[in-house]
């Protein structure tokens, strides 16, 4: 099983619907992420958080709200989706705590398209 | 501002070497890492650089040279399964990762 699992994979949806994409993980990291993946663009960060009561905004986070259930769990969602966002999504955790290089360990991706 | 380049696309041949060049100005510099990605695929960790030199792990190499802020992976003996996304990422002096475009391998028998 994966380490970090996304739900869903693959959603299909149409402009101002709602959508949300979920994130859980099971190797304990405090620090999660949602970061965005354009072709040519490479990797976006949108939110990040660094404990459950810790939430923030990454370079592109307007349009998006994300949600920290628990140590373990990180929702992002689009609240009115349009064409734009149209996207592969990566939710990601990390750790760096001494010793650790802080490197990203990435879910398999959610691919989204808004029609 | 903040930016990383690394070519867009490479061609190599089976069985050679290539090497992957980045280049970055940043604020300041907590690490450099290597990731590779096959197409469709999340990426998956490869390397990481703090001090100034190289970094072996099998075929693959990495180097880095902080004055210059530059760095750069080797890939020898190459296979048709390196043919894959090479991303290019600099963790800032606020531990953020700043990330390259990614250069697209194509290896060819």
């Known amino acids: 099983d994966a380490d970090v699992t996304q739900t869903p994979r693959n959603r299909i949806t149409k402009t101002g619907k709602r959508i949300m994409l979920e994130c859980s993980q099971t190797?304990?990291?405090?620090?999660m992420y949602w970061y965005r993946q354009d072709p040519g663009l490479g990797l976006r960060l949108i939110y990040y958080?660094?404990?459950?009561?810790?939430?923030n905004k990454g370079e592109i986070s307007d349009g998006y709200s994300v949600s920290r259930q628990a140590q373990a769990k990180f929702s992002l969602s689009l609240e009115s989706a349009i064409p734009n966002q149209t996207a592969l999504y990566f939710c990601?955790?990390?750790?760096?705590?001494?010793?650790?290089?802080?490197?990203?360990?990435f879910g398999e991706g959610s691919r989204l398209t808004v029609l | 501002g903040q930016n990383i380049d690394q070519p867009t696309e490479m061609t190599a041949t089976e069985g050679a070497i290539v090497q992957i060049n980045c280049t970055y100005q940043?604020?300041?510099?907590?690490?450099l890492f290597w990731y590779q990605q096959h197409a469709g695929e999340a990426p998956t960790f490869l390397s990481y650089?703090?001090l100034d030199g190289l970094e072996e792990k099998g075929r693959f190499s990495s180097f880095l040279s902080r004055s210059k802020g530059y760095s750069y992976l080797l890939l020898k003996e190459l296979q048709m399964k390196d043919s894959a996304s090479y991303l290019c990422?600099?963790?800032?002096?606020?531990?953020?990762?700043?990330w390259g475009a990614g250069t697209k391998l194509i290896i060819k028998p």
């Open positions: 990601a955790t990390s750790d760096l705590r001494r010793g650790d290089t802080g490197e990203l360990f």
């Open positions: 190797k304990g990291h405090d620090r």
């Open positions: 958080s660094f404990d459950v009561k810790d939430i």
């Open positions: 940043t604020s300041g510099f907590n690490g």
């Open positions: 650089n703090v």
């Open positions: 990422a600099v963790m800032d002096s606020n531990y953020q990762l700043i």
